[in-house]
Protein backbone atom coordinates (compact mmCIF):
# COMPACT_ATOMS: atom_id res chain seq x y z
CA UNK A 1 0.00 0.00 0.00
CA UNK A 2 2.41 2.18 0.96
CA UNK A 3 4.71 1.56 -2.41
CA UNK A 4 1.59 2.47 -3.82
CA UNK A 5 0.81 5.76 -2.32
CA UNK A 6 4.58 6.36 -3.27
CA UNK A 7 4.45 5.96 -6.90
CA UNK A 8 1.25 7.97 -7.26
CA UNK A 9 2.47 11.09 -5.28
CA UNK A 10 5.86 10.86 -7.50
CA UNK A 11 3.54 10.65 -10.28
CA UNK A 12 1.99 13.89 -9.37
CA UNK A 13 4.59 15.83 -8.03
CA UNK A 14 6.56 14.95 -11.41
CA UNK A 15 3.54 15.91 -13.40
CA UNK A 16 2.67 18.84 -11.28
CA UNK A 17 6.13 19.91 -11.88
CA UNK A 18 6.49 18.84 -15.70
CA UNK A 19 2.99 21.11 -16.29
CA UNK A 20 4.10 23.52 -14.72
CA UNK A 21 7.71 24.09 -16.32
CA UNK A 22 5.32 23.75 -19.77
CA UNK A 23 3.20 26.82 -18.74
CA UNK A 24 6.01 29.24 -17.90
CA UNK A 25 7.49 28.00 -20.97
CA UNK A 26 4.30 28.76 -23.01
CA UNK A 27 3.71 31.77 -21.09
CA UNK A 28 6.98 33.05 -22.04
CA UNK A 29 7.95 33.79 -18.31
CA UNK A 30 11.09 31.99 -18.99
CA UNK A 31 13.13 29.60 -21.54
CA UNK A 32 12.58 25.83 -20.42
CA UNK A 33 14.97 23.74 -22.37
CA UNK A 34 13.05 20.75 -23.76
CA UNK A 35 15.32 18.27 -22.27
CA UNK A 36 13.90 19.42 -19.35
CA UNK A 37 10.53 18.83 -20.22
CA UNK A 38 10.99 15.69 -21.75
CA UNK A 39 12.72 14.62 -18.55
CA UNK A 40 10.03 15.93 -16.10
CA UNK A 41 7.28 14.39 -18.36
CA UNK A 42 8.90 10.83 -18.48
CA UNK A 43 9.80 10.93 -14.23
CA UNK A 44 6.14 11.11 -14.31
CA UNK A 45 5.23 8.35 -16.50
CA UNK A 46 8.02 5.68 -15.05
CA UNK A 47 6.25 6.33 -11.50
CA UNK A 48 3.20 5.68 -13.01
CA UNK A 49 4.33 2.57 -14.45
CA UNK A 50 5.80 1.87 -11.31
CA UNK A 51 2.27 2.15 -9.31
CA UNK A 52 0.36 0.67 -12.63
CA UNK A 53 2.85 -2.53 -11.68
CA UNK A 54 1.84 -2.75 -8.33
CA UNK A 55 -1.45 -2.22 -9.04
CA UNK A 56 -1.78 -5.29 -11.22
CA UNK A 57 -5.21 -4.01 -13.18
CA UNK A 58 -5.36 -4.48 -16.82
CA UNK A 59 -7.47 -1.13 -16.82
CA UNK A 60 -4.69 0.81 -15.06
CA UNK A 61 -2.32 -0.98 -17.51
CA UNK A 62 -4.03 0.27 -20.44
CA UNK A 63 -4.05 3.53 -19.36
CA UNK A 64 -0.73 3.72 -18.90
CA UNK A 65 0.18 1.91 -22.07
CA UNK A 66 -1.75 4.82 -23.78
CA UNK A 67 0.00 7.33 -22.01
CA UNK A 68 3.53 5.74 -22.60
CA UNK A 69 2.63 5.33 -26.43
CA UNK A 70 1.69 8.96 -26.95
CA UNK A 71 4.67 10.15 -25.25
CA UNK A 72 6.86 7.74 -27.23
CA UNK A 73 4.95 9.10 -30.53
CA UNK A 74 5.50 12.36 -29.72
CA UNK A 75 9.12 12.78 -28.64
CA UNK A 76 10.45 10.11 -30.91
CA UNK A 77 8.02 9.63 -33.81
CA UNK A 78 10.25 7.67 -35.59
CA UNK A 79 10.34 4.95 -32.83
CA UNK A 80 6.41 5.21 -32.77
CA UNK A 81 5.81 4.51 -36.47
CA UNK A 82 8.70 1.44 -35.89
CA UNK A 83 6.16 0.21 -33.46
CA UNK A 84 3.25 -0.53 -35.59
CA UNK A 85 4.24 -4.59 -35.65
CA UNK A 86 2.88 -4.63 -32.14
CA UNK A 87 -0.06 -3.08 -32.60
CA UNK A 88 -0.61 -5.86 -35.72
CA UNK A 89 0.29 -9.02 -33.25
CA UNK A 90 -2.48 -7.49 -31.16
CA UNK A 91 -4.78 -7.42 -33.71
CA UNK A 92 -4.22 -10.53 -35.47
CA UNK A 93 -4.99 -12.48 -32.22
CA UNK A 94 -8.13 -10.38 -31.53
CA UNK A 95 -9.30 -11.39 -35.27
CA UNK A 96 -9.22 -14.88 -34.03
CA UNK A 97 -11.38 -14.82 -31.21
CA UNK A 98 -14.69 -13.13 -33.40
CA UNK A 99 -15.97 -16.30 -35.30
CA UNK A 100 -15.52 -19.04 -32.70
CA UNK A 101 -17.24 -16.97 -29.91
CA UNK A 102 -20.29 -15.91 -32.14
CA UNK A 103 -20.63 -19.06 -32.81
CA UNK A 104 -20.57 -20.84 -29.65
CA UNK A 105 -22.33 -17.65 -27.69
CA UNK A 106 -25.14 -17.39 -30.13
CA UNK A 107 -25.82 -21.50 -30.13
CA UNK A 108 -25.82 -21.35 -26.27
CA UNK A 109 -28.06 -18.51 -26.26
CA UNK A 110 -30.65 -19.70 -28.40
CA UNK A 111 -30.74 -23.68 -27.97
CA UNK A 112 -29.47 -23.24 -24.19
CA UNK A 113 -32.66 -21.36 -22.66
CA UNK A 114 -35.38 -23.34 -22.20
CA UNK A 115 -37.49 -20.70 -21.83
CA UNK A 116 -37.06 -19.76 -25.84
CA UNK A 117 -38.97 -22.74 -26.51
CA UNK A 118 -41.16 -24.09 -23.61
CA UNK A 119 -42.56 -20.53 -22.11
CA UNK A 120 -44.06 -19.86 -25.02
CA UNK A 121 -45.91 -16.61 -25.10
CA UNK A 122 -43.63 -15.76 -22.09
CA UNK A 123 -40.69 -15.89 -24.42
CA UNK A 124 -41.68 -14.60 -27.94
CA UNK A 125 -43.15 -10.93 -25.50
CA UNK A 126 -39.24 -11.28 -23.96
CA UNK A 127 -37.71 -11.47 -27.51
CA UNK A 128 -40.00 -9.01 -29.48
CA UNK A 129 -39.50 -6.31 -26.34
CA UNK A 130 -35.62 -7.18 -26.38
CA UNK A 131 -35.60 -6.16 -30.23
CA UNK A 132 -37.69 -3.34 -29.74
CA UNK A 133 -35.28 -2.01 -27.43
CA UNK A 134 -32.26 -3.14 -28.48
CA UNK A 135 -32.80 -1.86 -32.04
CA UNK A 136 -34.07 1.78 -30.48
CA UNK A 137 -30.27 1.88 -28.58
CA UNK A 138 -28.31 1.45 -31.85
CA UNK A 139 -30.41 4.18 -33.18
CA UNK A 140 -29.97 6.52 -30.79
CA UNK A 141 -25.90 5.46 -30.82
CA UNK A 142 -26.11 6.33 -34.13
CA UNK A 143 -27.87 9.55 -34.19
CA UNK A 144 -25.53 10.64 -31.36
CA UNK A 145 -22.41 10.31 -33.10
CA UNK A 146 -23.96 11.47 -36.15
CA UNK A 147 -24.79 15.05 -34.48
CA UNK A 148 -21.20 14.77 -32.45
CA UNK A 149 -19.05 13.94 -35.13
CA UNK A 150 -16.48 13.10 -32.94
CA UNK A 151 -14.39 11.02 -35.52
CA UNK A 152 -14.13 13.97 -37.38
CA UNK A 153 -10.73 15.95 -38.47
CA UNK A 154 -8.91 12.50 -36.80
CA UNK A 155 -6.28 11.78 -40.02
CA UNK A 156 -5.19 8.34 -40.11
CA UNK A 157 -1.63 7.68 -41.52
CA UNK A 158 -1.19 6.50 -44.54
CA UNK A 159 -0.78 2.96 -44.15
CA UNK A 160 -3.94 2.43 -42.38
CA UNK A 161 -5.39 3.69 -44.99
CA UNK A 162 -3.85 1.50 -47.53
CA UNK A 163 -5.20 -1.28 -45.28
CA UNK A 164 -8.69 0.03 -46.45
CA UNK A 165 -10.18 -1.69 -49.00
CA UNK A 166 -11.95 -0.53 -51.34
CA UNK A 167 -15.56 -1.68 -51.31
CA UNK A 168 -16.90 -2.99 -54.45
CA UNK A 169 -20.22 -1.58 -56.06
CA UNK A 170 -23.08 -4.06 -54.82
CA UNK A 171 -26.42 -4.45 -56.57
CA UNK A 172 -29.90 -5.06 -54.06
CA UNK A 173 -29.58 -8.70 -55.04
CA UNK A 174 -25.81 -8.67 -54.18
CA UNK A 175 -26.31 -6.96 -50.75
CA UNK A 176 -28.94 -9.74 -49.57
CA UNK A 177 -26.89 -12.37 -51.08
CA UNK A 178 -24.29 -11.66 -49.18
CA UNK A 179 -26.32 -12.37 -45.72
CA UNK A 180 -26.14 -15.72 -46.34
CA UNK A 181 -22.92 -18.28 -46.40
CA UNK A 182 -22.56 -20.55 -49.15
CA UNK A 183 -19.35 -22.03 -47.22
CA UNK A 184 -19.07 -21.70 -43.55
CA UNK A 185 -15.45 -22.41 -43.92
CA UNK A 186 -15.18 -19.84 -46.23
CA UNK A 187 -17.41 -17.15 -44.85
CA UNK A 188 -15.06 -17.67 -41.45
CA UNK A 189 -11.60 -17.14 -43.74
CA UNK A 190 -12.79 -13.95 -45.13
CA UNK A 191 -14.54 -12.59 -42.07
CA UNK A 192 -18.04 -11.90 -43.19
CA UNK A 193 -19.25 -11.59 -40.36
CA UNK A 194 -23.37 -11.07 -40.57
CA UNK A 195 -22.72 -15.11 -43.19
CA UNK A 196 -21.31 -16.03 -39.18
CA UNK A 197 -24.25 -14.86 -37.53
CA UNK A 198 -26.98 -16.34 -39.88
CA UNK A 199 -25.49 -19.74 -39.71
CA UNK A 200 -24.86 -19.63 -36.14
CA UNK A 201 -28.82 -18.83 -35.80
CA UNK A 202 -29.74 -21.35 -37.98
CA UNK A 203 -27.69 -24.15 -36.41
CA UNK A 204 -28.80 -22.78 -32.72
CA UNK A 205 -32.62 -23.12 -34.03
CA UNK A 206 -31.56 -26.28 -35.51
CA UNK A 207 -29.95 -27.63 -32.27
CA UNK A 208 -32.98 -26.46 -30.11
CA UNK A 209 -35.39 -28.50 -32.13
CA UNK A 210 -33.90 -32.24 -31.88
CA UNK A 211 -34.55 -34.36 -29.22
CA UNK A 212 -32.21 -33.82 -25.88
CA UNK A 213 -30.77 -36.55 -25.50
CA UNK A 214 -28.98 -35.80 -28.82
CA UNK A 215 -28.97 -32.01 -28.03
CA UNK A 216 -26.95 -31.51 -24.99
CA UNK A 217 -23.85 -33.16 -26.14
CA UNK A 218 -23.25 -30.68 -28.80
CA UNK A 219 -24.99 -28.06 -26.29
CA UNK A 220 -22.22 -28.84 -24.05
CA UNK A 221 -19.89 -28.21 -26.68
CA UNK A 222 -20.67 -24.93 -27.33
CA UNK A 223 -21.07 -24.07 -23.96
CA UNK A 224 -17.52 -25.09 -23.53
CA UNK A 225 -16.26 -23.87 -26.04
CA UNK A 226 -17.76 -20.28 -25.28
CA UNK A 227 -16.29 -20.21 -21.92
CA UNK A 228 -12.55 -21.44 -23.85
CA UNK A 229 -12.91 -18.62 -25.90
CA UNK A 230 -14.05 -15.79 -23.62
CA UNK A 231 -10.92 -17.03 -21.04
CA UNK A 232 -8.52 -16.89 -24.77
CA UNK A 233 -9.76 -13.44 -24.72
CA UNK A 234 -8.61 -12.85 -21.41
CA UNK A 235 -5.18 -14.05 -22.31
CA UNK A 236 -4.95 -11.93 -25.34
CA UNK A 237 -6.01 -9.03 -23.31
CA UNK A 238 -3.20 -9.39 -21.48
CA UNK A 239 -1.31 -7.98 -24.63
CA UNK A 240 -3.61 -4.81 -24.70
CA UNK A 241 -1.40 -2.48 -22.40
CA UNK A 242 1.50 -2.90 -25.15
CA UNK A 243 -0.91 -3.29 -28.46
CA UNK A 244 -3.08 -0.33 -27.54
CA UNK A 245 0.53 2.04 -26.50
CA UNK A 246 2.04 0.70 -29.70
CA UNK A 247 -0.96 1.81 -31.90
CA UNK A 248 -1.70 4.92 -29.91
CA UNK A 249 2.23 5.90 -30.33
CA UNK A 250 2.08 4.95 -34.41
CA UNK A 251 -1.12 7.27 -34.26
CA UNK A 252 0.52 9.85 -32.60
CA UNK A 253 3.60 9.62 -34.50
CA UNK A 254 1.81 10.86 -37.26
CA UNK A 255 -0.65 12.75 -36.06
CA UNK A 256 0.38 14.65 -32.98
CA UNK A 257 -1.60 14.88 -29.83
CA UNK A 258 -4.43 16.48 -31.34
CA UNK A 259 -6.23 12.86 -30.79
CA UNK A 260 -7.03 12.96 -27.49
CA UNK A 261 -9.36 15.61 -27.96
CA UNK A 262 -11.67 13.37 -30.13
CA UNK A 263 -11.39 10.87 -27.48
CA UNK A 264 -12.88 13.11 -24.88
CA UNK A 265 -15.50 13.70 -27.54
CA UNK A 266 -16.28 10.89 -28.31
CA UNK A 267 -16.88 9.57 -24.60
CA UNK A 268 -18.89 12.60 -23.68
CA UNK A 269 -20.96 11.56 -27.05
CA UNK A 270 -21.63 7.99 -25.33
CA UNK A 271 -22.30 9.24 -21.84
CA UNK A 272 -24.93 11.71 -23.51
CA UNK A 273 -26.56 8.98 -25.20
CA UNK A 274 -27.05 6.90 -22.47
CA UNK A 275 -28.88 9.14 -20.80
CA UNK A 276 -30.69 9.58 -23.42
CA UNK A 277 -31.42 6.36 -23.77
CA UNK A 278 -32.39 5.84 -19.90
CA UNK A 279 -34.55 9.35 -20.27
CA UNK A 280 -36.42 8.75 -23.69
CA UNK A 281 -36.75 4.91 -23.93
CA UNK A 282 -36.44 3.24 -20.40
CA UNK A 283 -38.26 5.75 -18.26
CA UNK A 284 -41.19 6.22 -20.59
CA UNK A 285 -41.34 2.06 -20.95
CA UNK A 286 -41.33 1.39 -16.93
CA UNK A 287 -44.42 4.78 -17.10
CA UNK A 288 -46.47 2.70 -19.78
CA UNK A 289 -46.39 -0.39 -18.37
CA UNK A 290 -46.76 0.93 -14.65
CA UNK A 291 -43.11 -0.26 -13.23
CA UNK A 292 -43.01 2.59 -9.37
CA UNK A 293 -40.06 4.16 -10.85
CA UNK A 294 -38.44 5.28 -7.05
CA UNK A 295 -39.20 1.70 -6.09
CA UNK A 296 -37.26 -0.08 -8.52
CA UNK A 297 -34.69 2.63 -8.83
CA UNK A 298 -34.00 1.81 -5.14
CA UNK A 299 -34.18 -2.09 -6.34
CA UNK A 300 -31.30 -1.51 -8.81
CA UNK A 301 -29.20 0.64 -6.90
CA UNK A 302 -26.76 -2.13 -5.82
CA UNK A 303 -26.66 -3.94 -9.05
CA UNK A 304 -25.88 -1.42 -11.46
CA UNK A 305 -23.01 -0.17 -8.51
CA UNK A 306 -21.62 -3.68 -8.52
CA UNK A 307 -21.95 -3.49 -12.96
CA UNK A 308 -20.47 0.32 -12.93
CA UNK A 309 -16.91 -0.74 -10.72
CA UNK A 310 -16.54 -4.20 -12.28
CA UNK A 311 -17.81 -3.10 -15.89
CA UNK A 312 -19.13 -7.11 -15.94
CA UNK A 313 -23.25 -7.24 -16.07
CA UNK A 314 -22.18 -11.05 -15.17
CA UNK A 315 -20.99 -10.22 -11.66
CA UNK A 316 -24.12 -8.03 -11.04
CA UNK A 317 -26.53 -11.00 -12.02
CA UNK A 318 -27.04 -13.27 -8.88
CA UNK A 319 -27.87 -9.76 -6.71
CA UNK A 320 -30.02 -8.00 -9.82
CA UNK A 321 -31.99 -11.60 -9.58
CA UNK A 322 -32.30 -11.35 -5.57
CA UNK A 323 -33.73 -7.48 -5.95
CA UNK A 324 -35.91 -8.18 -8.66
CA UNK A 325 -37.60 -11.03 -6.61
CA UNK A 326 -37.94 -8.85 -3.87
CA UNK A 327 -39.13 -6.26 -6.21
CA UNK A 328 -42.08 -8.75 -6.73
CA UNK A 329 -40.77 -10.71 -9.78
CA UNK A 330 -41.66 -14.58 -9.02
CA UNK A 331 -39.21 -16.75 -10.18
CA UNK A 332 -41.59 -18.28 -12.92
CA UNK A 333 -41.51 -15.01 -14.37
CA UNK A 334 -37.57 -14.05 -15.07
CA UNK A 335 -36.75 -13.28 -18.37
CA UNK A 336 -33.08 -12.09 -17.23
CA UNK A 337 -31.07 -15.19 -17.77
CA UNK A 338 -32.16 -14.72 -21.79
CA UNK A 339 -31.86 -10.90 -21.77
CA UNK A 340 -28.07 -10.96 -21.12
CA UNK A 341 -27.75 -12.71 -24.14
CA UNK A 342 -30.43 -10.71 -26.09
CA UNK A 343 -30.90 -7.29 -24.50
CA UNK A 344 -27.73 -5.52 -23.86
CA UNK A 345 -29.12 -2.47 -24.25
CA UNK A 346 -25.62 -0.21 -23.61
CA UNK A 347 -23.36 -2.39 -25.39
CA UNK A 348 -25.97 -2.09 -28.52
CA UNK A 349 -26.09 2.04 -28.07
CA UNK A 350 -21.70 1.68 -27.76
CA UNK A 351 -21.31 -0.62 -30.93
CA UNK A 352 -23.46 1.54 -33.25
CA UNK A 353 -21.42 4.89 -31.97
CA UNK A 354 -18.08 3.51 -31.84
CA UNK A 355 -18.44 1.90 -35.61
CA UNK A 356 -19.46 5.23 -37.06
CA UNK A 357 -17.12 6.71 -35.16
CA UNK A 358 -14.10 4.60 -36.83
CA UNK A 359 -15.88 5.08 -39.93
CA UNK A 360 -15.63 9.12 -39.28
CA UNK A 361 -12.25 8.55 -38.42
CA UNK A 362 -11.10 6.86 -41.57
CA UNK A 363 -12.75 9.38 -43.41
CA UNK A 364 -15.17 7.20 -45.10
CA UNK A 365 -18.88 8.61 -45.81
CA UNK A 366 -20.94 6.28 -45.28
CA UNK A 367 -24.71 6.72 -46.92
CA UNK A 368 -27.43 6.17 -44.68
CA UNK A 369 -28.87 3.21 -46.12
CA UNK A 370 -24.84 2.00 -45.10
CA UNK A 371 -25.11 2.77 -42.16
CA UNK A 372 -28.62 0.98 -41.39
CA UNK A 373 -26.81 -2.16 -43.09
CA UNK A 374 -24.36 -1.60 -40.51
CA UNK A 375 -26.93 -1.38 -37.54
CA UNK A 376 -28.26 -4.49 -38.85
CA UNK A 377 -25.25 -6.46 -38.62
CA UNK A 378 -24.39 -5.05 -35.03
CA UNK A 379 -28.17 -6.12 -34.08
CA UNK A 380 -27.45 -9.78 -34.71
CA UNK A 381 -23.89 -9.52 -33.72
CA UNK A 382 -24.41 -7.60 -30.06
CA UNK A 383 -26.08 -10.96 -29.60
CA UNK A 384 -24.29 -13.05 -27.59
CA UNK A 385 -21.78 -11.07 -26.00
CA UNK A 386 -22.89 -12.42 -22.93
CA UNK A 387 -21.50 -8.80 -20.33
CA UNK A 388 -18.29 -10.05 -20.48
CA UNK A 389 -15.20 -7.28 -20.33
CA UNK A 390 -13.98 -6.89 -23.69
CA UNK A 391 -16.33 -8.89 -25.94
CA UNK A 392 -18.17 -5.84 -27.13
CA UNK A 393 -14.34 -5.02 -28.15
CA UNK A 394 -14.11 -8.17 -30.04
CA UNK A 395 -17.44 -7.37 -32.06
CA UNK A 396 -16.18 -3.76 -33.17
CA UNK A 397 -13.07 -5.22 -35.05
CA UNK A 398 -15.15 -8.03 -36.37
CA UNK A 399 -17.73 -5.69 -38.02
CA UNK A 400 -15.47 -2.86 -38.91
CA UNK A 401 -13.07 -5.55 -40.82
CA UNK A 402 -16.47 -6.55 -42.41
CA UNK A 403 -17.63 -3.51 -43.81
CA UNK A 404 -13.62 -2.53 -44.87
CA UNK A 405 -12.69 -0.17 -42.15
CA UNK A 406 -9.42 0.33 -40.69
CA UNK A 407 -9.09 -1.15 -37.51
CA UNK A 408 -6.84 1.48 -36.39
CA UNK A 409 -9.43 4.01 -34.62
CA UNK A 410 -10.79 0.49 -32.71
CA UNK A 411 -7.35 1.18 -30.68
CA UNK A 412 -7.72 4.62 -30.21
CA UNK A 413 -10.92 3.49 -28.69
CA UNK A 414 -9.22 0.98 -26.46
CA UNK A 415 -7.45 3.58 -24.55
CA UNK A 416 -11.04 4.93 -23.24
CA UNK A 417 -12.67 1.50 -23.25
CA UNK A 418 -12.73 1.11 -19.69
CA UNK A 419 -14.33 4.58 -18.79
CA UNK A 420 -17.17 3.40 -21.68
CA UNK A 421 -17.65 -0.26 -20.32
CA UNK A 422 -18.88 1.35 -16.99
CA UNK A 423 -21.68 3.40 -18.40
CA UNK A 424 -22.78 0.95 -20.86
CA UNK A 425 -22.77 -2.10 -18.54
CA UNK A 426 -24.60 0.03 -15.86
CA UNK A 427 -27.43 0.55 -18.81
CA UNK A 428 -27.30 -3.15 -19.40
CA UNK A 429 -28.21 -4.47 -16.11
CA UNK A 430 -31.08 -1.18 -15.70
CA UNK A 431 -32.13 -2.70 -19.03
CA UNK A 432 -32.06 -6.34 -17.92
CA UNK A 433 -33.86 -5.26 -14.64
CA UNK A 434 -36.92 -3.43 -16.57
CA UNK A 435 -37.41 -6.11 -18.78
CA UNK A 436 -38.31 -8.59 -16.66
CA UNK A 437 -40.30 -6.26 -14.51
CA UNK A 438 -42.12 -5.26 -17.61
CA UNK A 439 -42.64 -8.92 -18.62
CA UNK A 440 -43.83 -9.60 -15.19
CA UNK A 441 -46.55 -7.37 -15.27
CA UNK A 442 -47.67 -8.41 -18.83
CA UNK A 443 -48.30 -11.60 -17.69
CA UNK A 444 -50.23 -10.31 -14.46
CA UNK A 445 -47.28 -11.97 -12.21
CA UNK A 446 -45.95 -8.52 -10.45
CA UNK A 447 -46.07 -8.09 -7.22
CA UNK A 448 -45.07 -4.92 -6.16
CA UNK A 449 -45.68 -3.99 -2.05
CA UNK A 450 -44.68 -0.10 -1.41
CA UNK A 451 -44.96 -1.00 2.30
CA UNK A 452 -42.11 -4.15 1.72
CA UNK A 453 -38.06 -2.91 2.12
CA UNK A 454 -35.58 -3.44 -1.11
CA UNK A 455 -33.99 -6.52 -0.58
CA UNK A 456 -36.30 -8.20 1.68
CA UNK A 457 -36.68 -11.73 -0.90
CA UNK A 458 -40.49 -12.15 -1.47
CA UNK A 459 -41.93 -14.99 -0.41
Known amino acids: MRGKLGFAALFLLAGAVAGALSLVDRLGWASVPATTLVSARWVAIAALVGYAALRRSLTTSILVGMLVGAEIGHD ?25 LLFATLVVGIAGHADLKKVGRMGIKALIYFEVVTTLALFIGLAAINLSRAGIGIQLPPVARADQ ?3 AKQTATDVILHIFPENIAKSIAEGQLLQIVVFSILFGIALALIREEKRLPMLRLAESLAETMFKFTNIVMLFAPIGVGAAIAYTVGHMGLGILINLFQLLATLYVALIVFLLGVLLPVALLFRIPVRKFARAIAEPVSIAFATTSSEAALPRAMEQMEAFGVPRQAFVM ?27 VSMSMGQQLLMVLT ?25 FNLPVEPVFIILGIDELMDMGRTSVNVIGNCLATAVIARTEGELRVDASAPVGAVAK
Open 76 to 100: WPAVGVSLRVLSQIFLRLIKTIVAP
Open 165 to 167: LAP
Open 337 to 363: PTGYSFNLDGTALYLSLAAIFVAQAAG
Open 378 to 402: LMLTSKGVAGVPRAALVILLGTVAS
